[in-house]
């Protein structure tokens, strides 16, 4: 897994299929959690890349802080 972009808006993260394939989603789907916590950061999509099927982007945005 590597960081491929990271912003005050967005973060992307990028897996290969084979990484999942041995060590499972799970494995790195915890890992990103515990570096983005799910109170400051969203899921906003997961999928293959256009060039690459066998490389997996999973793209997470900063929560927005209600107006005071």
């Known amino acids: 897994m590597r960081l491929v972009a990271k912003?005050?808006?967005?973060?992307?993260?990028?897996?290969?299929?084979?990484?999942?394939?041995?060590?499972?989603?799970?494995?790195?789907?915890?890992?990103?959690?515990?570096?983005?916590?799910?109170?400051?950061?969203?899921?906003?999509?997961i999928g293959a890349s256009h060039d690459n099927e066998k490389i997996v982007f999973i793209e997470l945005v900063t929560k927005r802080m209600p107006d005071e």
């Open 7 to 45: 912003t005050m808006e967005k973060v992307v993260l990028e897996i290969t299929t084979n990484e999942i394939e041995q060590n499972g989603f799970e494995h790195y789907w915890d890992k990103i959690r515990r570096t983005y916590k799910a109170d400051n950061y969203e899921v906003h999509s």
